[in-house]
């Protein structure tokens, strides 16, 4: 038992002493990274590497993302807010706690019923930063739809 004790004493001081084994994770605090923009939709890429991206988005309430396209399955996560996403003309609500697989090259907007963080893992064999940009932007500037007729 002493042995044992010893053993993963020693595992833990030596595991602490490489640098590397820190590096095998990371956390995120959505809250602190997610801000809201007047001017549009604030788009953060938290990860990425050659066959995925994680991205975090902000809407106010009113602002959407234009009718768009990704060349990778989605998954898309509501984190708080209450969002509509318009897919092949079918309108599905999401609230916190929703989660929402798209196939690539599904037609896709977005609208914020509520000030609303989302997070959207991009999965694809060969993921290029390029196709993930593509896939991050919309066709065309995000707009902010008018509140009660003001403009």
Sequence with gaps: MEQQEQANSSQESHAAEKPETV????????????????????????????????LLLALQEGQQLDEHRTSSQAFIQVISGHLI????????????????????????????????????????AGLSTAAASEAAEPASEPQRAPKGGED
């Design 23 to 54: 590096s095998r994770f990371r956390v995120f605090d959505l809250a602190a990274s997610a801000t809201f923009r007047s001017e549009g939709p604030t788009v953060r890429v938290l990860w990425e590497s050659a066959t995925g991206r994680l």
């Design 85 to 124: 996403f318009t897919l092949e003309h079918e309108r599905i609500s999401m609230r916190a706690g929703t989660l929402l697989h798209l196939e690539p090259r599904v037609a896709h907007s977005v609208e914020a019923l509520q000030d609303s963080v989302f997070l959207i893992t991009l999965i694809g």
